[in-house]
């Protein structure tokens, strides 16, 4: 059930401590895009997303959105916080976080996914061997199947 663990909970992203990242030896960071940086389906970045991004690219940490979405909404979004993306990731699949590490350029334990859901997020980045921080989404609503993932998630977090 490790794999379904997260390493690390934060409210939401801009609730995640550049410090604490800092000092625990991460310096790329692989974010979400949907209830991560935006509400599903929105254009708009969350409070404080855009300063958050701002703040750790000026602390010299690498940044990558990786996100199952296609639209070009996660291009534009990635070009508004000036960092690249990994559109049509199919998390939790390995593919997209490969790419996402060649783009950060750190290595596997200097990495963290961040994101708000476990069976993309945090699944997809232990798979590859990345640290993990899970977020509460930012909105519940959610496509059907993301909605019956979230009540496994619930009834495994109920477990462990
Ligand atoms: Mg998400």
Not at 8 to 18: G, K
Request: hydrophobic share 50%; glycine share 8%; charged share 20%.
């Amino acid at each position: 059930m490790e794999r379904f663990r997260a390493d690390h909970h934060a409210d939401t992203l801009t609730d995640v401590s550049l410090d604490l990242l800092a000092s625990s030896g991460v310096r790329g960071i692989v974010v979400d895009l949907d209830n991560t940086v935006c509400a599903y389906h929105e254009p708009e970045l969350a409070p404080g997303v855009a300063e958050w991004v701002a703040a750790a690219r000026d602390r010299g940490f690498a940044l990558v959105l990786v996100s199952n979405n296609f639209s070009e909404r996660v291009a534009s979004i990635g070009a508004k916080l000036g960092i690249p993306v990994v559109p049509n990731a199919l998390k939790p699949l390995p593919f997209a976080f490969l790419r996402a590490l060649k783009l950060l350029g750190t290595p596997r334990a200097a990495t963290i996914v961040i994101g708000d859901q476990l069976f993309t997020d945090v699944l997809g980045g232990k798979l590859v061997g990345l640290r993990t921080l899970l977020t509460k989404p930012l909105v519940e609503k959610d496509f059907p199947l993301t909605r019956v993932l979230r009540f496994l998630e619930r009834t495994i977090a109920g477990r462990t």
